[in-house]
């Protein structure tokens, strides 16, 4: 009854050629954009923020609102695909690009998702530490207990798994809202860091980080498969351009509410800076609670870890769910839900335990910020392309003018990442930098070979009513049809199953 009910309502939305703002319509759209503002949330990018207030005070944060309006711009993009092209970017690397081209893509979102998932692992597990002083390793092996918190959720369906989002996303709100609120900071120092583009002196490399830390790799990669989520019916153009615009306001509300959370983390120690004397680096985020409460109170202190605690439980659902898209897109892996998430997530928890052992004192993050810097050119270069590509956009493609404005964007964000990974002497005399100078030639080699490489477009060989073969036992997408990705065989078997009389004239 509900799905009946559901497509009754998608069908009158289509019957509208023109529509109306409808905040009823807007709730009914809302979700996906607030996934994707929780990973701007997560304890690295918490990390960044609290640096910035100390070195920057408040004169970053018109970097902060800079830089999250330049993500807007990459996740709009990124929800258009998914929606327009009813598949996520994952799945269109593998059917678009040869198979050398989307194998190295695999492993380097793999590789990033690591990377991330490693940062929120450990976040979580600082979280639990200032909480219950609990040891760092043994607060990491507890967050492998969120795969079976999205396993469950998701049995009851993604809007149920949304919802949990929310109240996780209220919880970092509420509690750095608190400590912000303990400081009463002075509004005109709040209202000059935005609207005053100043950058104090000690504050460059600050700057910088909050700059490249917003746009994700993983990110770009998931929001273009949530879309797939909401069943929107691509071949609808009036509900898909509907969709887009709802979607495009929800994403900005939600990455807009992301952007006020990290303001209040940033004035919250830019004040502590302005009556303490710190230096860059000195306070971790394991040390912050302590700082707080020395300042503002010991409850200061678990404030400070229930929200890094959401931030990062929340930043490690979203992750675990990058994973599943990204390896279901690329390599189809034919595998349950439960050993999807069991396997993505020991991809991140076994090298976090080690760090856990090995370094307590944070540096971690550093390595981590310099993986996803070195990640993301992967994951904006495939998404430029194919959302400039028509065959593939159609009348929703880029123009020439937007597709040179985005590359700009995207390549001062990747110059100002790979500025701050520079090291400032390099020894020549040492043959680890010779090793260090062939794996970079062979990454930009590899940049250049994405960069300049051409898209796949095939003709459709075969009628989209087998799309419907999505919701079947046996999977076969059309995709895959479209690409002769499967055999003979199994295509005219699968035929005859759903068709009788089809198939029988493709067997004639």
């Known amino acids: 009854m509900e799905i009946l009910q559901q497509s009754s309502q998608e069908e009158d939305l289509a019957q509208k050629s023109d529509f109306k703002f409808s905040w009823k319509d807007l709730l009914q759209y809302f979700g996906p954009g607030l996934l994707i503002s ?96 609990l040891q760092l390793w ?98 609808d153009k009036k509900l898909v351009s509907k969709s887009i615009f709802y979607f495009k306001i929800e994403t900005a509300l939600s990455l807009l509410l992301s952007f006020v959370i990290s303001s209040s983390v940033i004035c919250t120690f830019a004040y502590y800076s302005d009556h303490n004397q710190v230096q860059a680096g000195q306070i971790k985020l394991s040390t912050a609670g302590d700082v707080l409460a020395g300042s503002f109170g010991q409850s200061a202190k678990y404030i400070w870890g229930i929200g890094l605690l959401a931030s990062g439980q929340s930043s490690t659902l979203t992750g675990t769910l990058a994973g599943q898209y990204v ?17 993505t997530r020991s991809i991140a928890i076994i090298p976090s335990v080690i760090i856990a052992f090995v370094n307590e004192n ?48 995207s390549g001062l964000i990747v110059i100002s990442n790979y500025y701050c990974l520079m090291p400032q002497k390099i020894d020549f005399s040492s043959k680890l930098t010779y090793f260090m100078i062939f794996l970079c030639l062979l990454y930009f080699a590899f940049l250049i070979y994405i960069l300049v490489s051409k898209i796949r477009v095939r003709p459709k060989k075969y009628s989209d009513e087998f799309s419907i073969n999505r919701k079947s036992p046996k999977v076969i997408d059309i995709a895959d049809l479209e690409n002769n990705q499967i055999s003979q065989e199994e295509q005219s078997s699968e035929i005859s199953k759903r068709n009788p009389v089809f198939g029988e004239k493709e067997q004639l």
């Open 38 to 133: 929780i990973a701007y949330l997560d304890p690295g990018n918490l990390a960044g923020d609290m640096e910035a207030g100390l070195v920057g005070k408040y004169s970053l944060l018109w970097v902060l609102f800079l830089s999250t309006a330049f993500g807007y711009l990459f996740q709009v993009k990124s929800m258009k695909l998914g929606l327009v092209t009813g598949k996520d970017l994952a799945k269109l690397c593998r059917i678009h690009l040869n198979s050398k081209q989307s194998t190295l893509l695999w492993i380097m979102a793999e590789i990033a998702i690591m990377g991330s998932d490693i940062q929120e692992v450990l976040g979580t597990a600082i979280g639990l530490k200032i909480l219950f002083g």
């Open 138 to 235: 043994i607060g990491v092996l507890l967050t492998i207990f969120t795969t079976f918190i999205i396993l469950l959720v998701k049995i009851c369906g993604m809007r149920s798994l949304e919802v949990v989002f929310a109240l996780l996303i209220g919880t970092m709100a509420i509690c750095f809202f608190i400590n912000l609120g303990y400081i009463q900071p002075n509004p005109l120092n709040i209202l000059k860091g935005m609207v005053v583009p100043t950058i104090p002196s000690g504050a460059y490399l600050a700057s910088i980080g909050l700059l490249g830390a917003v746009i994700m790799p993983h990110n770009i990669y998931l929001h273009s498969a949530l879309m797939n989520e909401k069943n929107i019916d691509k071949n």
């Open 327 to 343: 390896m279901c897109g690329f390599i189809k892996m034919k595998m349950g839900d439960f050993s999807r998430a069991l396997l």
């Open 362 to 409: 944070e540096d971690f993050n550093i390595y981590l910020n310099l993986l996803q810097a070195i990640q993301l050119p992967f994951a904006i270069i495939p998404l430029l392309k194919f959302s400039s590509n028509q065959n593939i956009m159609g009348s929703d493609a880029i123009q020439q003018i937007e597709l040179i404005f985005l590359s700009i964007i």
